[in-house]
């Protein structure tokens, strides 16, 4: 056998090549994991959705969430002090992460929420009231305080080295451990 396993830790990358240090930057931040979701809100004109993998939880009392908004894009302006909701992606909603990240594909189907509008069918959900609004450089981070959520089963849609994956769900929920 002289296949390594993929675990395997090799030489660093970003010292081994000439490619510029944001390449690696973002090569580096690819590594961290996370889940996928789409920020929803009704705009000055229009409603709009930008897909996010920089959803965070902040704060249980009072409940806080936030997001990392690019200044270049159309979703920047518009989401500041208008309430918004977080929908987080389940593993079948891929087409749905890149219809709101660009690629627009099928017109997705909406929900009416009490606080913001959201999308039908995720795997949970914070509509948001805004909280406030951090520089964050070329992003702005957004606060939001959460008026109303919910979740149903299922596996993530998870992102992580450039590409989207799965998390399966768990055979038991570990909330009552955090
Ligand atoms: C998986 C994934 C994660 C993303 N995460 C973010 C993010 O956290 N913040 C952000 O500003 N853009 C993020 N983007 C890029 C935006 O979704 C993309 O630029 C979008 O087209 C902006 O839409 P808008 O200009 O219509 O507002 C992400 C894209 C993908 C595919």
């Known amino acids: 056998m002289n296949s390594k396993p993929r675990s395997q830790a090799g030489p660093a990358v970003a010292s081994r090549t000439s490619a510029p240090r944001s390449h690696h930057f973002r090569g580096s931040l690819g590594r961290f994991?996370?889940?996928?979701?789409?920020?929803?809100?009704?705009?000055?004109?229009?409603?709009?959705?930008?897909?996010?993998?920089?959803?965070?939880?902040?704060?249980?009392?009072?409940?806080?969430?936030?997001?990392?908004?690019?200044?270049?894009?159309?979703?920047?302006?518009?989401?500041?002090?208008?309430?918004?909701?977080?929908?987080?992606?389940?593993?079948?909603?891929?087409?749905?992460?890149?219809?709101?990240?660009?690629?627009?594909?099928?017109?997705?189907?909406?929900?009416?929420?009490?606080?913001?509008?959201?999308?039908?069918?995720?795997?949970?959900?914070?509509e948001c009231t805004p909280w406030a609004a951090y520089d964050g450089g070329d992003h702005t981070l957004y606060l939001g305080e959460v008026a109303d959520f919910n979740y149903r089963n299922g596996d993530a849609l998870a992102f992580a080295n450039s590409g989207f994956t799965t998390i399966p769900e768990s055979q038991l929920g570990i909330e009552d451990l955090l």
């Open 33 to 126: 994991a996370t889940g996928v979701a789409i920020v929803t809100f009704d705009g000055a004109t229009k409603r709009r959705g930008i897909t996010v993998n920089s959803f965070t939880s902040v704060s249980m009392e009072p409940p806080l969430v936030l997001v990392s908004i690019a200044r270049n894009t159309k979703a920047h302006d518009e989401l500041a002090g208008r309430p918004f909701t977080v929908n987080i992606l389940g593993a079948e909603q891929r087409q749905l992460a890149m219809h709101f990240a660009g690629r627009p594909g099928q017109d997705p189907a909406w929900v009416e929420g009490e606080t913001a509008p959201r999308l039908a069918g995720v795997l949970a959900y914070f």
